[in-house]
């Protein structure tokens, strides 16, 4: 079982949807998660970190669910400029540091 | 937020020659320091850590002697691709974390290596 999973999408939704990823990882010793978003040909750059408690940040919410070990990401009201790889970057253990293992990523494409 | 820059932004080489990347943090202390490689439609591939003044841990599979890393001060690290082959040929990132930006990796803009 890989460290980090997602689904590679992609995810076609229309202008205002809501899409919602989720990320498994296997470590359960985890420590700290993440998302990223990428876009094509870019670097990844911080979309927000994930907070046991759960986060939110405008149209964007992050949860953790350490049962069942995965982390999701819900964007509200979809906008054409949401278009973009999602990397989920999972801390896999308390000895690493600040070493992440990033998932393939998951594609969204929002449609006019 | 935290600013890490990357140069050159692009390379194209011949076959044979060495490539210099260099990775700086512009606003923060960089205390670690990644080196990561991506090929079209695939993920972040991690190829080593590095720490200030100490030697790079590299992941398995990288070749150390291959792919040099110097991280000489807290806010610089280069990426030498030794006798570059085509199969090189690829998106270099690094990344910065540090005191300020703890867990936080912050990722410079890239540098595409094409090596003919």
């Known amino acids: 079982r890989k460290e980090v999973e997602q689904d590679p999408g992609p995810f076609n939704v229309p202008e205002g949807a809501t899409v919602a990823f989720n990320c498994t990882y296997s470590n359960s010793a985890s420590q700290s998660f993440f998302w990223y978003r990428q876009d094509c040909r870019k670097e990844p750059k911080l979309l927000m970190s994930?907070?046991?408690s759960g986060n939110e940040d405008g149209r964007f919410t992050a949860q953790l669910n350490r049962a069942s070990q995965y982390i999701s990401l819900l964007i509200r009201d979809s906008k054409l400029s949401d278009s973009a790889t999602y990397l989920c970057?999972?801390?896999?253990?308390?000895?690493?540091?600040?070493?992440?293992?990033f998932g393939t990523g998951t594609r969204l494409a929002v449609r006019p | 937020g935290a600013v890490v820059s990357q140069h050159p932004s692009r390379v194209i080489c011949k076959s044979g020659t060495s490539v210099k990347i260099e990775c700086r943090s512009l606003?923060?202390?960089?205390?670690?320091m990644f080196w990561y490689r991506q090929f079209p439609k695939k993920s972040l591939m991690l190829m080593a850590t590095s720490n200030e003044g100490s030697k790079a841990t590299y992941e398995q599979g990288v070749e150390k002697d291959k792919f040099l890393i110097n991280h000489a001060s807290l806010t610089l690290s280069t990426l030498t691709v030794t006798s570059a082959h085509p199969e090189d040929s690829s998106f270099y990132i690094c990344?910065?974390?540090?005191?300020?930006?703890?867990?936080?990796?912050?990722f410079g803009p890239g540098t595409r290596l094409l090596v003919l």
């Open positions: 994930v907070y046991s």
């Open positions: 970057a999972v801390n896999p253990r308390e000895s690493s540091g600040d070493k992440l293992t």
């Open positions: 606003d923060f202390q960089a205390t670690t």
């Open positions: 990344s910065a974390s540090g005191e300020r930006v703890q867990e936080t990796q912050y």
